[in-house]
């Protein structure tokens, strides 16, 4: 992709927040005095986020991916080459923020049925990521691939999470049985020098591997190889990727949140859930954005949701995201939207242009409530569906506010990545939580070892085989 300045300016994605304000909601939006008594907190989220970019020891090493990994962008260029030569099949195993960055991409950017397309459409190996471990979905999984053919990339950053480490030992197993080397057909995405896979690669005799820095966390990793790897070997164009990326990062490089895209979401949305809005919901127009909703689910739940603030003080903060697709979900979800409690903010993902326009033939004109919409296109249909959605929000006195993505691309797609996780950490920063842990993941984690018996965790199964239901309350 060639980007001169003027096509950077073109596919610029932005933030429309009309909806949002009290001039179209009335008394249910958020007043410019109401900005305005915001403007020194989101001036001091900015100030804190920008000056721990890139510090590793906070979990802020994800605030540069855009900049530092030219090196690793040729090796993951050269890797996926020879994947995409040589594998039928490229299966991610991996969960949480090692798995919902590669589908999410996946979605966005490739053929919507990829899978089914034949091997010279596709020109690369079919996809899957198996974020989970349901049995089924793993039996089945292994029916439709020849594990001799295939490659598996194991993302782990600790190594230790139960999933994924399930997965490899059925893969390595099965890989063993049907006499391969089992790391001919691995590649690790791993710590640097900690964990399990490290153990793995050293005693399998050492497997390609990439590094997922010190300073980037699962659900902000998508630009690091975990979600750089998978999308080369699709034949995404990781560096337009990684130039959207840094493009929003300029965009937001203004203190004055007027001017800074991230800095007003987060403001917006920080206003909201101090009045009460405790639900954000992403809606998407668009196929291709649907797991983006996925994505970004996991980025604001497990990074706001916290129950004590950075210095030691109990709160229980966060806000519940909701996925809803366009216009799919007007026929499910809107009613409430529209007419149900005053506890959310809708933010909508409108797409300018589309891939194709797919245009309405005319007929039935016999019958004009079918024939007016002949002559028209089903992007025509989509868009005014979604400004008529917005509109009866709006007349509703529903907060909403719309990012505009100009069309769907890698650039695109790299500065909505940005945006959110920049808005994220702002957002954390109004609220002075760590927005980079997550104890409350690692607690289940902890648990699960437990149960299965691994060593060291006697104490805690006690505990839990004591938790068992009691049959009184079961009916
Ligand atoms: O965002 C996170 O940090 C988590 O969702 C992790 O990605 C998830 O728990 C998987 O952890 P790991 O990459 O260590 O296997």
């Not at 992709?1 to 909601?25: F, I, P, S």
């Not at 958020?30 to 001036?43: M, P, W």
């Not at 992403?282 to 970004?296: A, F, G, K, Q, R």
């Given at each position: ?28 939006g ?14 001091e ?25 030219a ?137 390609k ?44 490089k ?27 919901v ?15 689910a ?7 949701g ?139 984690k ?30």
């Open positions: 992709m060639k980007l001169t300045e003027e096509l950077r300016r073109q596919l610029r994605v932005t933030v429309d927040y009309t909806n949002m304000t009290d001039k179209y909601l009335g008394d249910k958020i007043s410019q005095k109401t900005l305005d008594a915001h403007k020194k907190l989101a001036k989220a900015h100030a804190y986020v920008t000056a721990n970019r890139g510090k590793d020891e906070l979990f802020m090493g994800w605030t540069e991916l855009p900049y530092n990994q090196e690793v962008v040729a090796d993951i260029l050269e890797t996926a080459k020879l994947v995409r030569r040589k594998f039928e099949a490229f299966v991610v195993l991996g969960i949480g923020g090692s798995a919902l960055g590669p589908t999410m991409a996946f979605n966005a950017l490739c053929h919507l049925h990829y899978n089914d397309l034949s091997k010279s459409m596709r020109r690369g190996p079919r996809f899957y990521v198996e974020d989970n471990v349901d049995p089924v979905r793993m039996k089945e999984l292994l029916d439709v691939i020849d594990v001799k053919k295939t490659c598996f990339n194991v993302i782990s950053k600790s190594g230790a999470t139960s999933e994924t480490m399930t997965q490899y030992l059925i893969i390595a197993d099965l890989l063993k049985k049907a006499g391969v080397d089992v790391k001919e057909n691995v590649i690790f995405t791993t710590d640097a020098s900690r964990g399990n896979l490290v153990k793995i690669s050293k005693e399998l005799g050492g497997v591997s990439f590094v997922l820095g010190d300073g980037v966390g699962g659900r902000f990793s998508e630009l690091s190889p975990v979600g750089l790897l998978p999308a080369a070997v699709l034949g995404i164009d990781i560096k337009a990727l990684l130039k959207g990326a840094a493009y929003m990062d300029k965009l937001c203004p203190s004055d949140f007027r001017k800074n895209p991230a800095l007003m979401c987060a403001t917006l949305q920080y206003i909201s859930m101090q009045n009460g809005k405790n639900i954000g992403m809606m998407p127009y668009s196929d291709n954005l649907h797991y983006l909703s996925d994505w970004y996991q980025l604001w739940a497990e990074s706001l916290k129950n004590v603030t950075l210095d030691g003080t109990p709160c229980n903060v966060g806000q519940t995201p909701v996925k809803a697709l366009g216009v799919t979900d007007q026929h499910s979800q809107v009613q409430l939207y529209t007419e149900g409690p005053y506890d959310k903010v809708v933010t909508f993902l409108s797409v300018g242009s589309y891939k194709y326009k797919s245009p309405i033939p005319n007929g039935c004109e016999s019958i004009p409530d079918v024939s007016f919409l002949g002559g028209h296109t089903m992007e025509e249909l989509i868009q005014a569906e979604n400004k008529a959605t917005a509109f009866a929000l709006t007349k509703a006195g529903r907060l909403n506010y719309t990012i505009n993505v100009p069309e769907i691309n890698a650039f695109t797609l790299g500065e909505l990545l940005f945006l959110f996780e920049l808005q994220t950490a702002y957002a954390g920063a109004m609220l002075r939580i760590d927005t980079f842990n997550q104890p409350g993941v690692e607690a289940g902890k648990a699960t070892f437990a149960l299965l018996g691994k060593p060291g965790y006697a104490e805690q199964k006690k505990a839990l085989d004591a938790a068992e239901s009691d049959p009184e309350y079961i009916v």
